[in-house]
């Protein structure tokens, strides 16, 4: 990846800082909203499994399992009291969390809910932590900041929906830009929290 926010800070990591670049931290969130209104129940469970095996019962959902290794065949096994296997457990799970997100961006239920009517969503940004860091190399003291952030949503959402890491990185270099002259030292971040 090259160019956007991710180039501003140069060699962050250097000299010890410890963070991930906006654009990870964007899709990390993104992440996080998916998951949260999703299957609560573990994948270990009975229930977890269930759910999860009901959820992608489409053409596409299907297309997702076997490109996750789940077969026809394997869950005719399933039914007859073969186990499923942690790791077969766990690309079930990714099945259903990729499933998810591509429902949640074909359907724009998570553009709407980001776009919150047009006032858009609060991002708040928690800088790398610089403890590593020798005195004479760290960034003057950074704070948390917190943006308003409008307008973004649709496009964040698309290429978070793609894993298109670049665009991602583009995007946050729009935001980083309105908090001030400062802005390079948010290029990379601690975390990110979004208000939704």
């Not at 499994?49 to 996750?68: E, F, M, Q, V, W």
Request: proline residues 3%; without cysteine.
């Amino acid at each position: 990846m090259t160019g956007g926010a991710t180039d501003l800070w140069g060699e962050w990591q250097k000299h010890g800082a410890q963070g991930i670049s906006g654009a990870k931290a964007l899709a990390t969130e993104l992440d996080r909203i998916a998951h949260q209104g999703g299957i609560s129940s573990p994948v270990t469970t009975h229930r977890g499994l269930t759910a999860r095996l009901r959820y992608p019962n489409s053409k596409p959902g299907r297309a997702i399992l076997r490109a996750h290794g789940i077969s026809t065949r394997l869950l005719r096994s399933w039914d007859r009291g073969s186990r499923p296997t942690r790791a077969k457990l766990e690309a079930v799970d990714r099945a259903y969390q990729d499933h998810r997100r591509a429902n949640l961006v074909r359907s724009g239920a998570l553009k709407r809910l980001l776009n919150n009517g047009g006032q858009g969503r609060r991002i708040e940004i928690y800088p790398v932590a610089q403890s590593r860091v020798d005195e004479k190399y760290r960034r003057p003291t950074l704070s948390e900041r917190s943006v308003q952030a409008r307008y973004i949503w649709d496009d964040l959402v698309d290429a978070w929906g793609r894993g298109d890491e670049d665009t991602l990185d583009e995007i946050w270099d729009d935001v980083i830009t309105d908090l001030d002259s400062a802005y390079a030292a948010y290029a990379y971040v601690g975390s990110l929290g979004i208000g939704a």
